[in-house]
């Protein structure tokens, strides 16, 4: 009785380190810090009304871009009962795609425009500029700013 009791105990506490070192090597590979001086731009952008496999639920896609021009893309579908994540694209592009995002970003003011925030039911989308030491967060810039922010997400898509 007892041996089966320790069997049990053992069981149950090596399914929660499973479970919890699971936890953090998704949570690790899922979410570039956002505070990383090296982070120059990034872009996540989220719909709550996403149906796959005819299951209704959530999609997501981030655009992680450092000033190495290394690029990291991540997406998925999530939904009650499940979260599927897509092969995270990463990609060593080098300076010249640096270079073509930071003269888009100052020829384009964004960092000195005053972004209104639209609110949209079940979508959402964040950006994240870092350059010159000026840090700048847009939470569902309006359509003047979110213009600028496609033609970033366009360029960097074009190097994948």
Request: contains cysteine.
């Amino acid at each position: 009785m007892i041996k089966r009791t320790l069997v049990t105990l053992l069981i149950i506490v090596l399914l929660c380190l499973g479970c919890f070192f699971g936890y953090i090597s998704w949570h690790n590979r899922q979410t570039p810090s956002l505070d990383d001086p090296t982070l120059l731009y990034a872009s996540e952008y989220w719909v709550g009304d996403c149906r796959k496999n005819d299951r209704e639920g959530g999609c997501y896609r981030n655009i992680y871009l450092y000033n190495t021009g290394r690029i990291i893309i991540e997406s998925g579908f999530t939904a009650k009962d499940i979260k599927e994540i897509d092969p995270t694209i990463k990609k060593d592009s080098g300076l010249i795609i640096i270079n073509k995002i930071t003269n888009e970003i100052k020829n384009s003011g964004i960092l000195t425009k005053d972004c209104l925030s639209d609110t949209i039911v079940d979508v959402g989308w964040e950006h994240q500029i870092n350059l010159d030491g000026v840090k700048k967060y847009f939470n569902n810039a309006s359509s003047d700013c979110k213009d600028v922010f496609d033609r970033l997400d366009a360029m960097v898509n074009d190097e994948i």
